[in-house]
């Protein structure tokens, strides 16, 4: 199962690149156009920022999943394992078609889930003011760490597969590769912004990354159910 879960999340963040772009493509566009010149080699230069910062997010990703599946495993210590690891696998699947569909422009009910992240967000927004301007790779990496916490619903579709897997390691490794599949995109919202976004706005694209994600959540769901016989 943690085979399943892993590669799946990997393709949910590669395939959510229309969502990731929506939500932090701005972000990271604004962040690289203003990092400092350090040498004579600027793409390096803004390679190391950039990695340094998807690095930070990536970290408050993989610790998040950690939390919620530790979490889940204490919980499932109080009830019956087996109907409460159903029940979230249930909610995981459910989670992913809704997420799908939004990516796909086909329903936008996730935005809800994302207002309520708002109102962490509201604590932890002037945290980076710490860290801005970002003159040095180690403010990226922390500036990745608070920004890694910006709502998004995606992200939190994606956790529900931690909080399923009830365990601390696999929750931390399903977030993790979560975030690795969302680096190309955020890398190249940093690097070719305006190419990206032309390319991951077009209606087929959205729609068949939509489609795949359902696709995912209905293969969870029917995991989920088959556990039943």
Same mark, same amino acid.
């Given at each position: 199962?943690?085979?399943?879960?892993?590669?799946?999340?990997?393709?949910?963040?590669?395939?959510?690149?229309?969502?990731?772009?929506?939500?932090?493509?701005?972000?990271?566009?604004?962040?690289?156009?203003?990092?400092?010149?350090?040498?004579?080699?600027?793409?390096?230069?803004?390679?190391?920022?950039?990695?340094?910062?998807?690095?930070?997010?990536?970290?408050?990703?993989?610790?998040?999943?950690?939390?919620?599946?530790?979490?889940?495993?204490?919980?499932?210590?109080?009830?019956?394992?087996?109907?409460?690891?159903?029940?979230?696998?249930?909610?995981?699947?459910?989670?992913?078609?809704?997420?799908?569909?939004?990516?796909?422009?086909?329903?936008?009910?996730?935005?809800?889930?994302?207002?309520?992240?708002?109102?962490?967000?509201?604590?932890?927004?002037?945290?980076?003011?710490?860290?801005?301007?970002?003159?040095?790779?180690?403010?990226?990496?922390?500036?990745?760490?608070?920004?890694?916490?910006?709502?998004?619903?995606?992200?939190?579709?994606?956790?529900? $597969?931690?909080?399923?897997?009830?365990?601390? &390691?696999?929750? #931390? !490794?399903?977030?993790?590769? *979560? =975030? @690795?599949? /969302? +680096?190309?995109?955020?890398?190249?919202?940093?690097?070719?912004?305006?190419?990206?976004?032309? $390319?991951?706005?077009?209606?087929?694209?959205? &729609?068949?990354? #939509? !489609?795949?994600?359902?696709? *995912? =959540? @209905?293969? /969870? +769901?029917?995991?989920?159910?088959?556990?039943?016989?």
């Amino acid at each position: 199962m943690i085979e399943y879960n892993v590669g799946g999340a990997f393709l949910v963040g590669l395939m959510g690149a229309a969502h990731c772009f929506g939500m932090c493509g701005g972000l990271i566009g604004a962040f690289s156009a203003n990092i400092p010149n350090r040498g004579t080699n600027q793409l390096a230069n803004q390679l190391t920022f950039l990695l340094s910062y998807n690095l930070g997010r990536i970290t408050s990703y993989t610790l998040a999943g950690t939390f919620v599946g530790a979490s889940a495993s204490a919980l499932g210590q109080l009830f019956d394992a087996d109907i409460y690891l159903l029940i979230l696998r249930i909610f995981a699947g459910i989670m992913m078609i809704c997420t799908g569909l939004y990516i796909a422009q086909i329903w936008s009910g996730i935005v809800h889930i994302e207002k309520l992240g708002k109102i962490l967000w509201r604590y932890l927004q002037p945290l980076t003011r710490k860290v801005l301007p970002i003159k040095h790779p180690r403010q990226a990496l922390l500036a990745g760490m608070v920004w890694g916490w910006l709502p998004c619903g995606l992200v939190y579709s994606t956790l529900t $597969w931690s909080v399923a897997s009830g365990s601390a &390691l696999q929750g #931390g !490794l399903i977030m993790f590769a *979560f =975030g @690795l599949g /969302t +680096l190309p995109a955020l890398l190249a919202a940093g690097v070719a912004a305006k190419t990206l976004a032309n $390319w991951v706005q077009k209606k087929a694209v959205r &729609l068949l990354s #939509g !489609l795949l994600l359902v696709l *995912f =959540g @209905l293969q /969870t +769901l029917y995991i989920a159910f088959s556990q039943l016989n």
